[in-house]
């Protein structure tokens, strides 16, 4: 005949047991989600994938001139903001497009030397060549890139002490390239 006390011990024991056995359960789950170190390699390319993404974005969202003895933009109080297209500056030294120097100037005027050897000459073809050759890297990424399509604009940043007759050598220049729009650029004021 069996007591009570015997048949009660074998339940609490595996009652027990099985208490015993979801602890371990559930410190096992614990310790399988737990990080124990730090890969830090990983989170550096994250950090760096992160930096060139934000420096990129604040690069792309104005357009950046440095002012110099020889660039002094004109002062306006436009509220529009700048474009991303193929930049001709014109200071009193030189005629850049795109920041790579394409003609040495004298006090803002084109030598005749630059055009051919004719003063009253329009097109001056060290810049026509510079500016084909931003043209065609536009159209080609234009033609892989749908989102990026060939505008045909150029920004002009001249110096406010240039002649007129330079800033119209450039522009018929520009639009011998296929450059038939042009934003001037200015400083914006207060």
């Known amino acids: 005949m069996t007591t009570p006390l015997a048949t009660a011990a074998p339940k609490t024991d595996r009652a027990r047991e099985r208490a015993r056995l979801r602890r371990e359960r559930r410190k096992a789950r614990e310790r399988a989600g737990e990080i124990k170190e730090l890969n830090i390699t990983a989170m550096m390319d994250m950090m760096t994938i992160i930096l060139v993404f934000l420096l990129k974005s604040y690069s792309a969202s104005a357009l950046n001139v440095n002012q110099t003895e020889a660039l002094k933009l004109a002062q306006s109080t436009t509220q529009l903001a700048p474009q991303d297209n193929i930049n001709v500056t014109i200071s009193l030294e030189e005629v850049a497009v795109n920041d790579r120097p394409a003609v040495k100037v004298q ?80 400083m914006k004021g207060e």
Request: glycine share 6%; charged share 30%.
């Open 107 to 186: 006090d803002g005027v084109i030598p005749a030397a630059a055009k051919d050897g004719r003063a009253d000459a329009h097109l001056v073809p060290a810049v026509l060549q510079s500016l084909r050759r931003e043209v065609e890297k536009q159209k080609y990424i234009a033609r892989y890139n749908p989102k990026a399509p060939f505008t045909g604009r150029v920004n002009v940043i001249a110096d406010r002490r240039i002649p007129y007759r330079t800033v119209m050598d450039v522009l018929y220049t520009a639009g011998q390239a296929e450059l038939g729009e042009y934003k001037l650029m200015v």
